[in-house]
């Protein structure tokens, strides 16, 4: 059994108070190959990573800025999302990259994509950095899908914030399995 891989699965946990330096080089290259490795029915590959650090924080922020306000968000909203990639040196933008196929339905791809950001997190906390997936509406804004040159089919899954902890981690308590578990 390799204890180290289980011990890294175990001890998952969110860091949402980030500081320079970011991964780079081999490390994020490593980040990166752990995303490609997820899950993949129909080896559709069916996932763009948008890389965001240094200046593209801020290019990043005026465009989730611009979606806010397209979107019809009040004005301290559409300030506060200008800020948000500034909340970590490197902002992953995770896209479904949606092929239409017979046999693989959107939703699997979006799922893939899912676990491409769950794996680019694990594999940033196996190597010493932490992350954090964030969500929210701006997500799901037409608008920044368009201002960032996706398809209409395409989907953002997520933001992966990546760099060095802030502060330690708070692994969090385990959970009684047999809560969230049914036998049929």
């Known amino acids: 059994m390799n204890q180290s891989a289980l011990s890294l699965l175990l001890t998952r946990a969110s860091c949402g108070l ?4 970011a991964p780079d080089g081999e490390i994020l290259e490593h980040i ?3 995303g490609l490795r997820a899950p993949d029915h129909g080896h ?3 996932f763009q990573f948008l890389l965001a650090e240094g200046e593209g924080l801020n290019r990043l922020g005026t465009l989730l800025a611009e979606s806010a306000k397209a979107d019809g968000a009040a004005d301290d909203v559409i300030e506060r999302a200008a800020q948000l990639p500034l909340r970590a040196p490197l902002v992953i933008t995770v896209v479904a990259k949606v092929t239409p196929h017979n046999k693989v339905p959107e939703f699997e791809q979006h799922l893939s994509a899912g676990c491409a950001v769950m794996a680019m997190q694990m594999a ?3 190597q010493g950095f932490g992350g954090i997936w964030r969500s929210g509406p701006l997500m799901y804004s037409r608008r920044l899908h ?6 209409e089919r395409d989907q953002i ?3 992966l914030y990546l760099g060095t902890p802030a502060t330690s981690l ?3 308590s385990f959970a009684n399995s047999a ?3 049914r036998r049929i």
Do not use: H
Not at 18 to 21: G, W
């Open 18 to 21: 980030l500081q320079a330096p």
């Open 124 to 126: 940033a906390q196996a």
């Open 44 to 46: 559709l590959q069916p």
């Open 32 to 34: 990166l190959q752990a």
């Open 170 to 172: 708070r692994i969090p």
């Open 179 to 181: 809560d969230f578990v």
């Open 157 to 159: 899954v997520g933001f």
């Open 146 to 151: 368009e201002l960032l040159g996706l398809n």
